[in-house]
Structures are given as structure tokens and as C-alpha cells.
């Protein structure tokens, strides 16, 4: 019963662990290209946040501003109409401006999220590899 782990796993012998060993390389470089993407992705995301705070505020502002603009119009001479329709593009412009910055945000989030579940994944293969050395070490002494 002792033995029975060794059973379900993919390297059982002495004469696997250089293809364990090899597995073993490749995983722990997969895991410190994970994590070095991840850390990348985690010190942008501060920027991508500010961007889209930036952007709505921006957007706030102009579309406040159309509409101060709009009111003026409704009582005045084409000039103001006209201006009121170069306002209401400039905040419409922000407004997807500010959707955009939002989106890339949410974009930034999951490719975080995503990172953080391989680099899970890979840890934990890394651990079961791990596992099969220290039985195949057992096995063999």
C-alpha cells in the first residue's frame, strides 16, 4: 500500500527521472515566465485605472459643458447652436474615450486573473513533480 501513489504516477523509476527532471526544468521556467508576465500586468494595471479616472472626469466635465452650451442655444442665434453641436461632439468623443479607457481596464483585470489561474496550475504541477522525485528517491535508496 505504501507504494501505491507511485502506481498513479507519471514517473515511477529511477530510469524516469531524466524525463522528469527535464519536466520539472520546463515547468519551473513556465513558472518564471508567468510570474515575471503577471508582475508586469500587475504594475500596469495602476496606470490603466488612472487612464479611465482621468478619462470619465474628462467626460463629466465636457458633457457638463455641452449641456451648459445646449441651454444657451435653445434661446440664441446660430453661432450657439453651432457651438452647442461642436460641444456635444467633444463630449460624446470623451464619453467613448472614457468607455474605451474602462474597457482596457476590465482587459488588464482578466489578463491578470488569467495569469494568476496558469500560474496556479503550474505551481501545482510543479508541486506533483516534486512529489514523484521524493517517491522515486524513496523507492530507490
Known amino acids: 500500500m505504501a507504494s501505491l501513489p507511485?502506481?498513479?504516477?507519471?514517473?515511477?523509476?529511477a530510469s524516469?527521472?531524466?524525463k522528469l527532471n527535464k519536466d520539472w526544468v520546463e515547468v519551473s521556467n513556465e513558472i518564471a515566465k508567468l510570474t515575471s508576465e503577471l508582475t508586469i500586468a500587475e504594475n500596469n494595471?495602476?496606470?490603466?485605472?488612472?487612464?479611465?479616472?482621468?478619462?470619465t472626469t474628462d467626460a463629466?466635465?465636457?458633457?457638463q459643458i455641452s449641456s451648459d452650451q445646449a441651454s444657451k442655444a435653445t434661446n440664441g442665434d446660430l453661432g450657439d447652436a453651432k457651438s452647442a453641436k461642436?460641444?456635444?461632439?467633444k463630449a460624446l468623443n470623451d464619453a467613448e474615450d472614457a468607455s474605451?479607457?474602462?474597457?482596457?481596464?476590465?482587459?488588464?483585470?482578466?489578463?491578470i486573473d488569467k495569469l494568476t489561474t496558469e500560474l496556479q496550475k503550474k505551481q501545482k504541477t510543479l508541486q506533483e513533480l516534486e512529489e514523484?522525485?521524493?517517491t522515486i528517491r524513496l523507492m530507490h535508496q
Not at 507511485?6 to 523509476?13: D, I, N, P, R
Not at 474605451?100 to 489578463?111: G, I
Request: no cysteine.
Open 6 to 13: 507511485a502506481f498513479s504516477q507519471k514517473y515511477k523509476s
Open 132 to 134: 514523484m522525485r521524493t
Open 16 to 18: 524516469d527521472t531524466v
Open 60 to 63: 463629466q466635465g465636457t458633457a
Open 100 to 111: 474605451d479607457a474602462n474597457d482596457n481596464t476590465k482587459k488588464q483585470e482578466k489578463k
Open 86 to 89: 461642436k460641444k456635444a461632439n
Open 45 to 55: 494595471l495602476p496606470g490603466y485605472k488612472s487612464k479611465a479616472e482621468k478619462a
